[in-house]
């Protein structure tokens, strides 16, 4: 996790580089409807196995998500939001209702 002295003074500019990159973004609309396990995000989002992981590492390391491994054969990882990614949820809606109305303006 970045310090505050490693993040952006501007608050806009600390999110957009938390959550700012396309991968990001899709990785967070999937788990906002439900945890998904890796083989489901790499299903829904049209990604690399390298990139969802590095991505998915980023998010688990800034607080955004967590990642539960179950044991067994083969082994399970579930990814969730974590009280603080999921605290994004308002922005998501906001984002989602703006789009619709700029595409309905068109």
């Known amino acids: ?3 505050k002295e490693e993040l952006p003074e501007c608050p806009v500019a600390t ?3 938390l959550i700012g990159n396309k991968w990001k973004m899709l990785i967070i609309r999937d788990l906002l409807e439900a945890p998904r396990r890796f083989s489901e995000l790499l299903h829904s989002i ?3 196995k390298k990139v969802l992981s590095d991505n998915l590492r980023a998010l ?4 955004l998500i967590e990642r539960e491994a179950c044991s067994g054969v083969p082994p399970r990882v579930t990814y969730s939001l974590s009280a ?4 994004l949820r ?3 809606e ?3 209702t703006w789009g619709t109305e700029y595409k309905n303006s068109l």
Do not use: K, R, Y
């Not at 603080?84 to 605290?87: I, K, P, Q, V």
């Open 84 to 87: 603080l990614g999921s605290s």
């Open 15 to 17: 999110t957009v580089q």
């Open 1 to 3: 996790m970045l310090t």
């Open 60 to 63: 688990t390391q800034d607080g």
């Open 90 to 92: 308002p922005i998501w």
């Open 46 to 48: 049209p990604i690399s």
């Open 94 to 96: 906001a984002m989602e």
